[in-house]
């Protein structure tokens, strides 16, 4: 499918102010953020880079992102988000990507740096054997480099707002946690009414 100029243009353009004017820092990041540098064993799919400050995940659980499970690798922080395309992926969640072993190389979006990955892809989701920021030119030579760009921060508020509730439906196990109790106030001054009204269904206010 021809893509008009008029939409290169407007894409390009795009581009530009996403790397120059990041968003404004988003609420459900600050809620995640806290949350996965106490917790991090409840996402275990997801890698925290500690040098850049963000995080790489594939493995989208939010039914509004299902469409790009297996087909894309997000990083982003509390101002940026990027998606890069698997080999076979195209953009808006078309193509294919064939499951097997790829060498894949997100290249630097204003985060800090470029990340070297080996995964591994089954029919929807993605493992990272191996993880390495700013590879050597040896290690990353024969890698694919992916596609991709900035996109709009709302897209990923669906999948932030999940991986909160896993948190939520976590600590409803364990009321009695002076810690978890702590982070639950301060976590529902966050909320926004879908959140809370999880966080009621688990009896948490």
């Excluded at 990041?29 to 106490?38: D, R, S």
């Excluded at 493995?59 to 297996?70: H, K, M, P, Q, S």
Aim: glycine fraction near 6%; aromatic fraction near 14%; include cysteine.
């Amino acid at each position: 499918m021809k893509i008009s100029t008029y939409e290169v243009l407007k894409h390009t353009t795009r581009q530009v102010i996403y790397r120059h004017w990041p968003f404004p820092i988003n609420r459900y990041f600050q809620v995640f953020n806290k949350l996965y540098h106490e917790y991090p064993f409840l996402w275990p799919d997801i890698i925290f880079q500690a040098e850049d400050n963000c995080y790489i995940h594939s493995n989208f659980i939010a039914d509004e992102l299902a469409a790009y499970r297996g087909k894309e690798i997000a990083v982003f922080n509390g101002r940026r988000l990027t998606v890069s395309w698997l080999p076979g992926a195209l953009h808006s969640a078309r193509g294919h990507v064939k499951t097997g072993r790829y060498h894949i190389l997100i290249r630097d979006y204003g985060f800090g740096g470029s990340y070297f990955l080996i995964i591994n892809k089954s029919d929807e989701t993605v493992t990272v054997q191996s993880f390495s920021r700013n590879a050597s030119t040896a290690s990353n030579s024969n890698a694919i480099k992916l596609d991709g760009g900035f996109v709009q921060y709302s897209a990923i508020e669906p999948e932030l707002r999940c991986l909160i509730k896993i948190w939520l439906d976590y600590v409803s196990g364990i009321l009695n946690d002076t810690k978890c109790n702590f982070f639950l106030k301060n976590v529902i001054k966050l909320c926004d009414t879908e959140l809370i009204a999880h966080a009621q269904s688990r009896r948490l206010v």
